[in-house]
């Protein structure tokens, strides 16, 4: 299993609707996340700079790269996209963070 962690952009003044929408996150959008090997998926919000740190593990067989393609996924980004930055797409803009200490 590998650990990925990344950084997004949530607009100011739109965390409530953001927690609000994940509160009520689609069945079919979280069982596509299972079935592309991803599990113990979380999002942090720092409340100084309204970023969104994520983390999530998957499995070493990952089908993370289908996402994009599933309409799901694609309504789901359409359906966020008013709250955070993102691209032509509507994916969220996404910084893939290094991991510099780990303490097992």
């Not at 991803?38 to 970023?51: G, L, W």
């Given at each position: 299993m590998e650990r990925v962690a990344f950084r997004m952009q949530l607009k100011p003044g739109m965390l409530a609707e953001y927690r609000q929408r994940h509160d009520a996150i689609w069945p079919d959008l979280v069982a596509a996340l299972r079935a592309t090997g991803?599990?113990?998926?979380?999002?942090?919000?720092?409340?100084?700079?309204?970023?969104l740190f994520a983390t999530?593990?998957?499995?070493?067989?990952?089908?993370?790269?289908a996402l994009p393609d599933l309409p799901v996924m694609q309504r789901w980004w359409a359906a966020m996209a008013p709250l955070m930055d993102v691209n032509a797409d509507?994916?969220?803009r996404v910084v893939n963070l290094e991991r510099v200490f780990h303490l097992a």
């Open positions: 991803i599990s113990d998926y979380s999002i942090f919000h720092d409340p100084e700079t309204d970023s999530l593990v998957r499995a070493p067989d990952h089908g993370m790269a509507l994916s969220p």
